[in-house]
């Protein structure tokens, strides 16, 4: 019974995901006269749903590695490290987030002094 739960959540949100992206594709396709076929809109979503479990697998590994149960700023730090345009666009949100709560900037050991 609990699979068919899971089977069934995951339908619903693998199905939320290809609404979502459709529209996006949609909208893009207007803008720039273009056309988009349903396979390409099913492979986009399937592209990205691999990738939302690829980096949630990742995201929860670095977490357990660092003996936590919950995923922090840290962890999505080192997962974009080697994206570093990603990189930069999240350690300005994270400053900003902080500046906001008035907490000190910091990202982890290791963003302490890069660039």
């Known amino acids: 019974m ?3 739960e899971a089977s069934l959540r995951e339908e619903r949100l693998k199905s939320a995901l290809w609404y979502s992206i459709g529209q996006f594709v949609d909208e893009e396709c207007l803008r720039q006269n273009l056309n988009a076929t349903p396979q390409f809109i099913g492979a986009l979503t399937e592209m990205v749903w691999t990738q939302i479990a690829n ?3 990742d995201l929860e590994t670095f977490a357990k590695h660092a003996s936590r149960s919950i ?3 840290s962890d999505v730090m080192l997962l974009a490290r080697r994206n570093e345009g990603l990189e930069t666009v999240l350690r300005g949100f994270v400053e900003e987030m902080r500046a ?4 000190k900037s910091t990202t982890g050991a290791k ?3 890069r660039r």
């Open 2 to 4: 609990a699979d068919d």
């Open 100 to 103: 906001k709560d008035g907490k």
């Open 111 to 113: 963003g302490k002094g």
């Open 71 to 73: 995923v922090n700023t």
């Open 55 to 57: 980096t949630s697998r």
